[in-house]
């Protein structure tokens, strides 16, 4: 996990910003309980269009594809949600 945080710190989210990510990006998490070294991350859009447009443009992009080049043999497993706000309380 060191190293991915250092990854991430150095050269992923420097990367990702220069790409236009701070507008769709609500936080990162690291595991602090339960399965260990876990990195989350939770990104708001306005629709399906929107998330498909966000990522279309990130995978086009060399600086981001250059920090995931280096992440993914770090990369045991992932798991992708795609989650709806519930009618209650605050959305991000």
Request: proline share 8%; aromatic share 12%; glycine share 8%.
């Amino acid at each position: 996990m060191p190293d991915v945080i250092r990854l991430y710190t150095e050269t992923g989210w420097p990367a990702l910003a220069a790409a236009g990510s701070e507008d769709y990006l609500v936080s990162y998490f690291t595991s602090d309980t339960g399965p260990l070294s876990q990195l989350v991350h939770l990104w708001r859009f306005a629709d399906d269009g929107d998330r498909r447009a966000f990522w279309r443009r990130l995978t086009a992009n060399d600086g981001v594809q250059g920090f995931v080049a280096q992440l993914r043999p770090m990369l045991q497993s992932q798991e992708v949600q795609l989650l709806a706000p519930a009618p209650w309380g605050q959305s991000p």
